[in-house]
């Protein structure tokens, strides 16, 4: 689901930078102002949730703590885009609150952060998209629930490219050819993301490498990654890129508003683009990128963590599994009824009927079959380097193969760090 606030920044990648720095031990708190009024040694629980851009959503989260008898559960709704701050500012307070919402990072493990989860969710382990247990697994334990999965992909107006005589793209080049020709004096041919880190990722998987090997190396630096780099140099210096649009891309309104014909962005976007745009709308992978590359599909999603240095663990992990174990119509609800999510209980999205047909049946489709998961040891850190890698590169027209050479010592120094 997209936050509510038009920054420019890429939310998650601002999030993971802030647990980087909350892991190092370099956050300081923000004050006593954490929003929870009794205090870290309260009876009742806390959990945070970041804002929401789908209307409904804060309702929703509200409604099942409400439902829940065992003790009460207060959530606290982040506005604006100090989430992340606010979170690991309290993390490090006795205010901190029980329960909380972030994606899978090793520094949180590292840390002794979050709680190990294995005894809640391994009875129902089978039920998950494996891809999301693994992605929440280190040394044989889990840590945290997938709540949802959301895919990224490129959506497109399909009467633009009839219109147009474009066919949908398949490689990069094509994508590349796609928007000279959609562009006019009033669309822009594509819109990648105000700085294009959000399909850096993609790059490399559609380029057939990967960020990480499973032995957890470097794996990235490949002549094809380079030869995409390049093109995308093209792209962004062709005048055929939306740049600096109002919203970034994870907010439909470029799309919307008629200010690209092709837009990066995620499933939860679909309801606003089709009350927008009706079924003038259709979705395509990000291309592949060299003779060696395969189209994929970036699912990003977030994920329930019980605060490990709390006073309240054991109660924690208790509302965590009744909510997001055990009251599957919650978790449909969650999905499926503000904007549109993969559920990652293999059952409910096998059984979400709002999935099962149109635009989200391909959504689904195109998840499965060139879906790409976080992988845990990713670091921020190594996201960084490689956010200096397109800023290089793409947008200033540095060497690929030396920017990626520089960034692989860099994610190098911090695998070594990590794991030896």
Known sequence: MSASSNSNWDRRTVLRAAMGL????????????????SGGSGDGLVQYFHAYGEAGVEQAVKRYAKAYKETS?????????????????????????????????????????????????????????QADIKSHTVDGKIYGVRMIDDPQFFFYRPSLFEKAKVEVPTTLEELIEAAAKLKTSKVKGAYLGNDLTPVQHNLIWSAGADTLTADNKPAFNTDAVAEGLKQLRGLFTSGDLLLDAPADWWDPSAFTQGLTAI??????????MQEALGDDIGVFPFPKVGSAGKESVYNGGWSMFVNAKGKNVEKAKEYVKWLWIDQKEYQEDFATSYGFHIPP?????????????????????????????????????????????????????????????????KVSTELEKLFG
Do not use: Y
């Open 263 to 272: 837009q990066w962005c995620g499933m939860w976007a679909m309801p606003a």
């Open 345 to 409: 209980r293999t059952s409910l999205a096998e059984s979400a009927t709002k999935l099962k047909s149109g635009l989200p049946a391909e959504g689904v489709k195109l998840f499965n079959e060139f879906g790409h998961f976080d992988n845990i040891g990713w670091t921020q850190a190594m996201i960084a380097a490689f956010n200096d890698v397109m800023a290089n590169s793409v947008r200033k027209d540095g060497d690929p193969k030396a920017q990626l050479a520089a960034c692989e010592k």
């Open 22 to 37: 909350a892991a190092a031990g370099g956050l300081a708190a923000c004050g006593s102002n954490t929003g929870r009024g």
């Open 73 to 129: 559960v207060t959530t606290q709704w982040i506005t604006g885009n100090n989430f992340e701050q606010k979170l690991f500012a309290a993390l490090l307070t006795k205010n901190a609150p029980d329960v909380f919402e972030f994606h899978p990072q090793i520094q949180l493990i590292k840390s002794g952060q979050v709680a190990d989860l294995t005894d809640i969710i391994e009875p129902v382990k089978s039920d998950f998209n």
